[in-house]
């Protein structure tokens, strides 16, 4: 747009110039229509072209930004599915720190991940439900933690990749004294404390 | 004749009511206590001065809740001029007591309040041989600022000159609300933080010299032992060796130099004992790779800590030398039908190991004669846990949802009287002083 304002002007310079000095003005050239809207035409085909080639650069841009948004997206997603998968909590019988059969896949899929993921870090804190005594509970959460923390280490998770901790009755999980609260509440709990970020999914998932 | 005086009121009805639990049977369970009313000598406590009556009243209620005696209650006694005034008089204070008239009364021991307004004294009487047995002269700056405790203290002096009993009046009680140390005065007064701490603490015991309590707590996981200086007031102290890991239920020995406690290991808890004087000396008393031992509590001769096993499956009571070795079975149980026992506790004279049961998915508590390890049930009504010993090794106090919230209540095994001690709910695992130094009873 500015170069085609600088060509206009120079013509209106060029058509002054032809008019001499004190001489009465000759009468106005003939004005060549074809050959200005010849230059008008030429004009919009540059700016055309000008503006088409702004856009593609734009449209380049924005679809570069868009995948980086769409694979950042996913990676955050990945990762948060992995936190989620490490996160799941395992759930115990009463008075038992025995992990329970259908609960031991669970353990697997964090098994693949600190694999997987070989700064990743680890703290499982073991709870009981309220019904056994204040100071035993917190043996049983001892061994209900213990016992996630055995099955890793024992698929070979180096021990100290995974800290454990109980907390026996003090944090329940669900309020209430019903069946259906305690069993919410003999769990172990598993948290990440180091290298959680930009999890690497394992392989063959 | 004690009934017949129809004025006075013997205590026998809130005797009753306490004793619910020898009387109220649930699910088929016995229970063993034997309460002989009329056997206990009767003391009254005769009026005081207007300035004396609250400190009166503490000493009156200090002797009641002792179960030592019967109480000779006067009734309404502003009114009772028939007894004789309380001794105003500057001139001529008199210790004179008709003896006679208390004896018709049943009364075995009078408490009297005499003397002149600047210098009053109690006077402790025997009633049924006519003997003056001791004149207490009378600190009025310790009444006038309420100090409690020199009530307290001037009962269990009572106690001990006509019964000759170890008088529990001195005694707090330290227990656990909402994560923090309490301590109440066994009459439930005084209630207060002792720890302010935010984050999470269990279990507190007192040192035998009364000048410690051991807690353990939490803030971010791991569980530490800490140790407060009641003298000094001063910040708790961190028990040596239990700064990582899990480390709970502690318990002094007897001289207080050494604390056993529960420690976590690699998938089980243990016992583990370390030196407190030298702040060294962690060491192991157990072991057991599937079964968690916990909870120790020493025997008063310190030569035996009991303490809760669940070697065969469910939690139940064991015994073992201080050094760990000879370990056995403490507390009998029918495999397969007793329930989980928990929590045992030993009794400053060695005679009893108290600890809570579950019956039918209940927790009640137990106490077990340790010379002929027989077992007998105290409670029967609502969840009763966490017993702790009186220094008479006759009371005990424990946590018991009898009213529908968790509160402390103190029992008298001999008799089976109760009482409740708190007023407010969310109490948990309390803890009974040793009679307590002064230095550590002063106003706070």
């Not at chain 1, 923390?149 to 995974?162: C, E, F, N, T």
């Not at chain 2, 009444?143 to 269990?156: E, K």
């Not at chain 2, 010299?209 to 353990?216: A, C, E, T």
């Amino acid at each position: 747009m500015k170069r085609s304002t600088v060509i206009l002007v120079g013509l209106a310079v060029a058509t002054m110039g032809a008019c001499g000095g004190t001489p009465p003005p000759p009468p106005p050239a003939p004005v060549n229509q074809d050959s200005i809207d010849a230059e008008r035409v030429r004009l919009d085909s540059i700016r055309r072209a000008e503006e088409a080639r702004g856009d593609s650069i734009r449209r380049a841009e924005e679809a570069r930004r868009d995948s980086v948004r769409r694979a950042e997206e996913a990676a955050r997603r990945e990762a948060e599915r992995l936190r989620n998968v490490i996160a799941e909590r395992v759930y115990f019988d009463f008075d038992k720190s025995e992990i329970r059969a259908g609960d031991a896949e669970i353990l697997d899929h964090k098994l693949a991940i600190l694999r997987a993921n070989s700064q990743l870090r680890i703290r499982i804190a073991g709870h009981a439900d309220e019904r056994g005594s204040d100071e035993y509970n917190l043996a049983l959460g001892n061994r209900r933690a213990n016992a996630a923390k055995h099955y890793l280490v024992s698929r070979g998770i180096d021990a100290s990749r995974v800290e454990t901790v109980s907390f026996g009755e003090e944090r329940p999980a669900a309020s209430g004294s019903t069946e259906e609260a305690w069993a919410q509440n003999r769990r172990d709990e598993f948290e990440i404390t180091a290298g959680g970020d930009g999890l690497t999914a394992p392989s063959g998932e | 004749m004690r009934v017949l005086a129809v004025c006075l009121v013997v205590l026998a009805c809130a005797t009753l009511a306490g004793a619910q639990d020898t009387t109220g049977v649930e699910g088929g369970v016995r229970v063993g206590i034997a309460y002989r009313p009329g056997t206990l000598p009767a003391v009254v406590v005769l009026p005081a001065r207007a300035d004396a009556s609250a400190f009166r009243s503490v000493i009156a209620r200090d002797l009641d809740y002792s179960d030592l005696f019967e109480m000779i209650a006067l009734p309404g006694y502003d009114a009772t001029d028939m007894f004789g005034s309380p001794a105003d008089s500057v001139s001529a204070p008199s210790v004179a007591l008709n003896y006679a008239l208390y004896r018709a009364f049943g009364a075995e021991f009078a408490v009297q309040f005499t003397g002149s307004g600047a210098a009053p004294v109690m006077v402790l009487h025997r009633v049924s041989t006519g003997d003056l047995l001791r004149a207490f002269p009378l600190d009025t700056a310790a009444m006038a600022r309420g100090d409690r405790f020199y009530a307290h203290r001037l009962a269990d002096d009572i106690i001990r000159l006509t019964v000759r009993a170890t008088g529990i009046a001195s005694t707090q009680l330290a227990y656990i609300r909402s994560g923090e140390v309490r301590v109440v005065d066994w009459d439930g007064e005084g209630d207060r933080w002792l720890t302010r701490t935010g984050g999470q603490a269990l279990s507190p015991e007192w040192s035998p010299d009364g000048r410690r309590i051991v807690f353990s707590a939490q803030e971010d996981g791991p569980w530490r032992l800490f140790e407060f200086d009641l003298s000094r007031g001063a910040t708790p102290r961190l028990v040596f060796g239990t700064g990582t890991g899990l480390n709970f239920a502690p318990a002094y020995s007897p001289d207080g130099s050494e604390l056993v406690f529960s420690r976590g290991t690699n998938g089980t808890s243990q016992v583990f004992a370390v030196n407190l004087r030298d702040n060294c000396c962690l060491r192991r008393l157990t072991v057991g790779e599937f079964a968690d031992n916990l909870n120790p509590t020493f025997s008063p001769d310190g030569s035996r800590i009991a303490f809760v096993s669940t070697r065969v499956g469910v939690p139940q009571v064991y015994v073992m030398s201080s050094e760990g070795s000879d370990q056995r079975l403490f507390a009998p149980f029918d495999f397969g039908v007793t329930g989980a026992s928990h929590a045992p506790t030993w009794s400053p004279d060695g005679q009893w190991l108290a600890f809570h049961r579950a019956v039918g998915g209940r927790f009640q508590v137990f106490v077990m004669d340790v010379r002929s390890e027989q077992v007998r049930q105290l409670t029967s009504t609502g969840v009763n846990t966490d017993p702790t010993w009186a220094p008479d090794s006759r009371h005990i106090a424990f946590r018991s949802t009898r009213t529908g919230t968790g509160q402390m209540w103190i029992m008298d095994i001999d008799t089976g009287r109760i009482r409740q001690v708190t007023r407010r709910g969310g109490v948990r695992l309390p803890a009974w002083s040793p009679n307590l130094p002064a230095a550590m009873t002063s106003v706070p």
